[in-house]
């Protein structure tokens, strides 16, 4: 059974950067790897997504150029945030597919992804 923990969420100042990771547990296949949030009052929208190590990923609009995604040959998934602004303030989710996806469509669908971590709080201010 796979698990998902992400952490690295906090209290963040406009401007700021911010890592969050994601680790997952058991059994291991391949499949493409995403983030998601929720602000309050909103529904769960895709962040970004990456299929494999390395290969490039896709990503909201709002946050191209300012969020990286990134994974390890391991077990961990990686976001990195930098000029948070605060409308970026919402519960961060990792999510783990049993397919790779290179169609940014399909990637970016919350259907698509069969394990879901609890999420990690990312708080910004103006």
């Known amino acids: 059974q796979v698990q998902l923990v992400e952490s690295g969420g906090g209290l963040v100042q406009a401007g700021d950067s911010l890592r969050l990771s994601c680790t997952y547990s058991?059994?291991?296949?391949?499949?493409?790897m995403a983030w998601f949030r929720q602000a309050p009052g909103k529904e769960r929208e895709f962040v970004a997504s990456?299929?494999?190590?390395?290969?490039?990923g896709f990503y909201l609009d709002s946050v191209k150029g300012r969020f990286t995604i990134s994974r390890d040959n391991k077990n961990t998934l990686f976001l990195q945030m930098v000029s948070l602004k605060p409308e970026d303030t919402a519960v961060y989710y990792c999510?783990?597919?049993?397919?790779?996806?290179?169609?940014?469509?399909?990637?970016?669908?919350?259907?698509?992804?069969?394990?879901w971590g609890p999420g990690t709080q990312v708080t910004g201010s103006s």
């Open positions: 058991g059994r291991f296949s391949a499949g493409s």
């Open positions: 990456i299929p494999r190590n390395g290969e490039t």
């Open positions: 999510a783990k597919a049993n397919t790779v996806y290179y169609d940014r469509q399909l990637a970016a669908r919350e259907q698509s992804y069969a394990y």
